[in-house]
Structure formats: structure tokens, C-alpha cells
């Protein structure tokens, strides 16, 4: 008894499904850094949009050291010292000053539509990372509607344990006032102790099981596991509410997974356009000024070295030009060959999300109408069960049967309350595993209220 006091001592005030919903959706840690992942693609999104900006690089360099060249033409192997003036006759190594600054801009201002392909790509991907926080969060509630379906059938089965208990110290203690009366043979207090031992272990098994449930919900929720406490009512409020009911509009063309999936092939299209944009032909304009001076003048005298600080000459140049690499044609057949193939796989998941969803919806009504059969049914189980528990304990009492035919009838009254708890989670299960499946969990969760 005192087992049985201190369990509903330990439990605080229920809480209802939607408001541990609200607390998942707020603290839950998955979604906290799914969320994070959603602002960095919007930070990448923001730095694609800047891929157009031009270069606009300013350069410097003040030099000592000879100017002693020699005709002929050469690749560029990185720096190269500038033939900036005619060949001499003589070898001439005498040391001179020079500097030079620069200014260059270099602009890729229209590459054929490769600029928008690329910000529908960056835009498309921050759709997709938020149709998967979205889906992630939709998941996330169907664990947490899981586990507190897993709660109320728990806390069923431990109030028919309770009951049990109660049960069988009323067995023992008749069987303690029959044996010494003489009535019953002493062995029967052995059975009936051992019959409520059991019971007492059942309930401790349940006991902790119930508990790991709550820790689960409390990992995901921030509640401390303590006050997760299921609404008993509720599963009466689902089965009084919409059994024999149409359980609202089924919408899976909006569904979180098949939007998500959705996202994922518009992603694919995006990236096949920016395939065959990206190497399409650029149109470059260039621009350049620059300042030159030297400590050899135009009659090719050595002046001083300081004479060779500050611009003596200034030039700039402009040019439009167009860059097109031939041998793209064969890298773009075989990037988009590659990127298609991909695109077709993200269409085929999409269409096999589709098909289950819709399996999924047709299981759960198979699944309603069967417990819904059981529900009708099981009432006359369980009452033909305990007036049959009842005439065992009274025969028993009256030394008209023995222990283990009472002990049977308890059983039979025990199996009876436990598949009715089981057919009531499962009704709940099925109506909750519809409205998941048919992105309808709103109309069911209003109906706790």
C-alpha cells in the first residue's frame, strides 16, 4: 500500500500534449542548431549576390637596380623584370631608381546569365535548409506525440497494475484468515504472497520504463522529467471526439517531407541551369592607370638615384573584352550529364515520398478500424472478465474453489484492463500516426483543449 500511495505522491499537475509541444518546438536543441545552419546559408546566399562586384586592385613599387636589356620574346615565369626601354649598344649595368603605381580594374560585367543562375542557386539553397528545419520540427513532433502516447500507456498499465496489487492483497489477506480458521492449507499464503510479489515487480518495470520516457521527452523539451506528467483524459477525449469521425482534410501535396523533397529538385533544376550558364562566354571590361618614373632620362643619361622617386609619366588604358574557352563545350557536356543524373535521383526520392506518405495514410485507417472493433468489443471481455474474478474470489472465500482457479480469474481480469489500454493506445496511435501522415495534427491537438 505504501508503494502505491507514493506513486501518485511523486506525480505533479498533468500537462497537455500541446503545451509540451510549444516547449519542444522553443528549447528543443536539434532545432536551436538547425536553425543556426539556416542563417549561414542566408549569409552565403548574401555573399553569392556580391559575386558581380569588380576588382578594382591599386598597386605600388618603388625599385633599385638595372635596366640592361636585350631583344627577344619570353613567356612570363611570375615576375619578370619590365623591358621598358630600347636595347643599348653597350652593356650598360650602371644602377638607376624607379617606381611605378597602378591602379587596375577588372570586371566581368555580363556573363550570359551566369550571375542569376548562380544567386538562384544560393536562393534555392537557403529554401531548402529551411524546408528542413521545417521538416526536422514536424518530425521532432511526431517523436514527441510518439513518446506521449507511450506515456498514457504506461500510466495505464500502471494503473491496472495498482489495481492488480490491490487485488492481490485482498486475495492475501483472505487467504490469511482462511488458513488460520483451518479453511485453506497453508500453501495458498505462499501462492498469494507469490502472486503479489509479481504484481509488485510488474509495476516497478513499468515504473522505470515510464520514467525513460519522460527522460527522453525531457532531453527535447527542457521540462525537468519530473513534471512530464501525460493528461489521463486525453486518450478518451480522441476516441469520444473523432472515433467513427473523418478526421479532418488529408493535404500530403503540402506536406513538410514531400516540400522538403520538393525543394531538393527545384535545387537540382537550378544548379543543371547554372551548369549551362557557367561556362558560357564572359564579357570583361578592363581598366588601368598608372604613373611611371625613372632616374634615366629621354636621352638615356644616369641621373641621380633620387631622381627616381615621383611619377614622370602617366598612362591609362580601357578595353572591352570577350572570354571563351573552347574545350568548355566538352567540360559543360560532362558536368551537366553528371548534374542531371542527380536531378533524376532527387525526382525519383521525391515520387517515392509521395507513394508512402499515401501508404502511410491507408495503414493508419486500417489500423483505426481495427482498434476501433476492439473498443467495441472489449467492453464485454472486461466485464464478463471481473464479474468472473468476482464469483472466483466469493467461491474461494466459501472454500468452494482453490487458489490457483481464483488466481486464473485474476489473470483473465488483468489481460482484460491491460488489452484495453493497449486498444486505446492504439487508436490514439493510428488516429495521430493519420494526422502526421496527412499534415493535419492541428484538428487533433485542438480537440484536447
Do not use: C
Request: hydrophobic share 35%.
Amino acid at each position: 500500500m505504501f508503494i502505491t500511495a507514493n506513486i501518485y505522491a511523486q506525480q505533479g499537475p498533468p500537462i497537455g500534449l500541446k503545451t509540451l509541444l510549444g516547449n519542444v518546438s522553443k528549447k528543443a536543441p536539434g532545432l536551436i542548431t538547425d536553425s543556426a545552419v539556416i542563417l549561414i546559408k542566408q549569409a552565403q546566399a548574401a555573399e553569392t549576390r556580391s559575386n558581380w562586384l569588380p576588382n578594382l586592385r591599386l598597386n605600388y613599387q618603388a625599385d633599385i637596380g638595372t635596366n640592361n636589356n636585350d631583344a627577344g620574346p619570353y613567356f612570363g615565369f611570375g615576375i619578370i623584370p619590365s623591358n621598358s626601354r630600347g636595347v643599348r649598344v653597350d652593356n650598360n649595368t650602371a644602377t638607376l631608381s624607379a617606381n611605378v603605381g597602378v591602379a587596375a580594374l577588372d570586371w566581368e560585367i555580363y556573363n550570359f546569365g551566369a550571375y542569376g543562375a548562380q544567386n538562384k542557386v544560393a536562393g534555392s539553397d537557403v529554401q531548402v535548409q529551411q524546408n528542413e528545419f521545417i521538416q526536422s520540427k514536424y518530425q521532432l513532433q511526431a517523436y514527441t506525440i510518439d513518446n506521449y502516447l507511450q506515456l498514457l500507456r504506461l500510466q495505464d498499465f500502471l494503473d491496472i497494475q495498482v489495481r492488480n496489487i490491490q487485488r492481490s492483497q485482498e486475495i492475501k489477506r483472505s487467504v490469511l484468515s482462511l488458513a488460520k480458521s483451518g479453511v485453506r492449507p497453508g500453501v495458498d499464503t505462499s501462492i498469494a504472497e507469490a502472486e503479489l510479489s509479481k504484481a509488485r515487480l510488474n509495476y516497478i518495470e513499468l515504473s522505470n520504463q515510464l520514467k525513460q520516457v519522460q527522460l527522453q521527452l525531457s532531453a527535447v523539451s527542457g521540462l525537468p522529467y519530473q513534471r512530464i506528467v501525460p493528461d489521463t483524459t486525453a486518450a478518451t477525449k480522441l476516441i469520444d471526439n473523432f472515433m467513427g469521425r473523418n478526421v479532418g482534410t488529408i493535404d500530403t501535396a503540402s506536406h513538410p517531407l514531400i516540400n522538403y523533397y520538393k525543394s531538393v529538385y527545384q535545387n537540382n533544376l537550378e544548379r543543371e541551369d547554372l551548369v549551362k550558364k557557367s561556362y558560357n562566354p564572359k564579357i570583361l571590361l578592363e581598366g588601368a592607370v598608372w604613373g611611371r618614373g625613372s632616374s634615366v632620362d629621354a636621352t638615356d643619361h644616369f641621373n641621380s638615384l633620387s631622381d627616381g622617386f615621383g611619377f614622370n609619366r602617366d598612362n591609362y588604358l580601357v578595353g572591352l573584352g570577350i572570354s571563351y574557352n573552347l574545350f568548355d563545350l566538352r567540360r559543360r557536356k560532362l558536368k551537366l550529364s553528371t548534374q542531371k543524373t542527380i536531378t533524376d535521383y532527387s525526382r525519383k526520392r521525391l515520387q517515392e515520398v509521395s507513394d508512402m506518405l499515401a501508404i502511410s495514410v491507408n495503414q493508419a485507417d486500417e489500423e483505426m478500424n481495427t482498434a476501433t472493433q476492439r473498443l467495441q468489443e472489449i467492453p464485454n471481455q472486461l466485464r464478463a472478465a471481473n464479474a468472473g474474478y468476482r464469483q472466483k474470489l466469493s467461491l474461494y472465500k466459501a472454500g468452494l474453489t482453490d487458489i490457483i482457479e481464483l488466481n486464473a480469474a485474476l489473470n483473465i481480469l488483468y489481460r482484460a484492463e491491460s488489452d484495453y489500454a493497449a486498444a486505446k493506445y492504439s487508436y490514439s496511435h493510428a488516429l495521430f500516426q493519420k494526422a502526421i501522415t496527412g499534415n493535419n495534427v492541428g484538428q487533433i491537438l485542438n480537440s484536447l483543449n
